[in-house]
């Protein structure tokens, strides 16, 4: 098995090196699709000692893979639903997100506002159920706060109609970043990867698939990826792929969109994550973050045909604001206070006579007429486990037995000698680097900090939060192609610093012109599509815009 890089990079020398790296090798299994799933199937193949080719039609994680509540967490509310074990499952998962990333990973308190004692002891008997299906540590167990207690600890809260409350632990991530370190540790063992090399069409060998042609997004040529198995890890496309295999595939999907909307923290002064009820009784989440606080999700059947960019109505975002007024102590929120949003789409797995927000987010695995093997369904958070199952069916189609998944080893940037907060001060100190700054860095690249600041530690924006080193790696390193890119899925600009995001297009493109050769007409396009993207979220609020 070649030996991990220091800096696994997803970025190749070039385009035509990497299609020629894709078409001169057989590959025990390609995968298609650049998200969580196929992520967490590259690297647990890669570091079984399989040869591994991986290709995402967009950027990695383009779609539902960076639109999630940004929580590894086990599902609390499953378990009302008597989905125990998925809730087991994924409970016991966050803990090994944890040990592989800790950086994207963050133990954070959730709470739960009760309104009476009645209540309180409803959800402290469902905590404790959760928490030993968790095998959650006895420092890590549930809190019960009394009015004091939120007064110190979550003084928005409206104390007078919730003087309780428990708090838990659940964990921050940042989805895209997760995506973008787990494929790297792929790269680190030996897996090949593309971004934008959509499949156009699968490869027939006698009866069965022996591979999948890609056209690159790039410069349009076409390369074919032979492989012994190949996977389907798509998301809401599956079936897309799964009908090159077999026209009349049956329909397996229920997709389902789920938006979330952002607002600054000022209006919304919470310091943990905070559970919130809805009219129609779901749940939905208060998240905290930075200069940032978003409120989410939704969870409609979709029905249309964006399933990138799936549109945001004002009934989604009236849907999430509305609730908030019952629980904080703040002026009330409205439609002008969203600052950004955002989208996506849940692969389900269809069950029939259940409502979208009803269904079970259990995966399900496939094999094909071809022996294309399909995965749909599942959990951010239990992306190793689906892993798992999928190289079951892969040691199947290759007709030998494969090594033990690979143990919750770090990610890179994932070796954290402590906490974060001991990081971010070892960073500051090292680098002089202010710390509101390097504490947002530790929680996107971990102990890799300080090497994106030694390729440029000013901030883009006068007075800013994001570094010019962050533009560097994001090409060098993380793969970034577009402008799109950097600001949405690799420096997470477009949600989490909106205050800056504007101000960030011009020389952040003018930084991606120098390192890509862009020319002046590629430059302006690249910041006119990013303005475009913006304006998409908030098109139902401002329509004019």
């Known amino acids: 098995m070649p030996e991990p890089r220091t800096t696994p990079s997803l970025t190749p020398s070039s385009r035509s090196s990497l299609r020629a790296a894709l078409a001169g090798e057989r590959f025990d299994v390609v995968v298609v699709g650049g998200g969580i799933t196929g992520a967490g199937i590259a690297r647990d193949a890669s570091r079984r000692g399989l040869t591994v080719a991986l290709v995402e039609a967009e950027d990695f994680a383009a779609g539902t893979s960076s639109r999630s509540s940004k929580l590894i967490h086990g599902g609390l509310r499953y378990l009302a639903q008597g989905e125990v074990g998925m809730v087991r499952e994924t409970a016991r998962e966050r803990q090994a997100v944890h040990l592989m990333a800790p950086h994207l990973a963050e133990p954070s308190w959730m709470v739960v506002p009760a309104r009476n004692r009645a209540n309180l002891m409803k959800f402290r008997a469902g905590l404790s159920t959760y928490e030993k299906l968790g095998a959650v540590d006895g420092a890590d167990r549930h809190l019960t706060w009394n009015r004091d207690d939120l007064a110190n600890q979550e003084p928005c809260l409206r104390r007078a109609v919730f003087p309780w409350a428990c708090a838990y632990r659940e964990y921050m991530t940042d989805d895209a970043r997760l995506v973008l370190a787990v494929l790297r540790d792929a790269v680190a063992h030996g897996a090949l990867t593309a971004s934008r090399m959509p499949v156009v069409d699968v490869i027939w060998e006698g009866d069965q698939i022996d591979g999948v042609v890609a056209a690159c997004g790039v410069d349009d040529e076409q390369v074919e990826i032979r492989a012994d198995a190949v996977v389907n890890a798509t998301g809401p496309w599956v079936e897309r792929l799964a009908r090159m295999e077999e026209a009349d595939v049956a329909h397996r999907l229920h997709p389902s969109k789920g938006v979330h909307v952002v607002v600054e923290a000022a209006r919304l002064p919470v310091r943990n994550l905070v559970i919130v009820e809805t009219p129609d ?71 029939t006579g259940k409502d979208a927000k009803e269904m079970s987010r259990k995966d399900e695995v496939w094999v094909g007429p071809g022996r294309m093997i399909t995965i749909a369904g599942g959990k951010l958070t239990g992306f190793r486990t689906m892993a798992m199952t999928v190289l079951d069916h892969v040691g199947e189609r290759l007709g030998r037995t494969l090594g033990p998944s690979p143990e919750p080893l770090p990610v890179p940037g994932g070796d954290v000698p402590s906490t974060l907060d001991d990081l971010a001060a070892s960073v500051a100190a090292d680098t002089g680097v202010e710390r509101p700054v390097v504490d947002r860095l530790v929680r996107l690249y971990g102990d890799e900090t300080g090497q994106v600041l030694a390729k440029g530690r000013e901030p883009i924006v006068p007075q800013g939060r994001v570094v010019a080193g962050e533009l560097r790696w994001a090409v060098e390193v993380d793969g970034a192609l ?59 609020i401002t329509p004019g815009q």
């Open 281 to 351: 009784k779901r749940s939905i989440f208060v998240l905290p973050r930075g200069e940032a606080v978003a409120i989410g999700t939704t969870d409609t059947s979709y029905h249309g045909d964006r399933l990138l960019w799936p549109e945001i109505e004002r009934a989604d975002i009236e849907y999430l604001l509305d609730p908030l007024g019952a629980y904080f102590d703040v002026d009330p929120l409205g439609c002008d206070d969203v600052v950004a949003a955002w989208s996506g789409v849940r692969p389900l797995v269809a069950q």
């Open 482 to 540: 577009t402008l799109e890119d950097v600001i949405y899925r690799r420096t997470r600009a477009a949600w989490y610093t909106p205050a800056e995001r504007e101000a960030l297009l011009a020389p952040s493109a003018a930084m991606m012109a120098e390192l890509l050769g862009w020319d002046e007409t590629r430059t302006h396009q690249e910041i006119k599509e990013v303005k475009a993207r913006f304006a998409s979220e908030l098109h139902c």
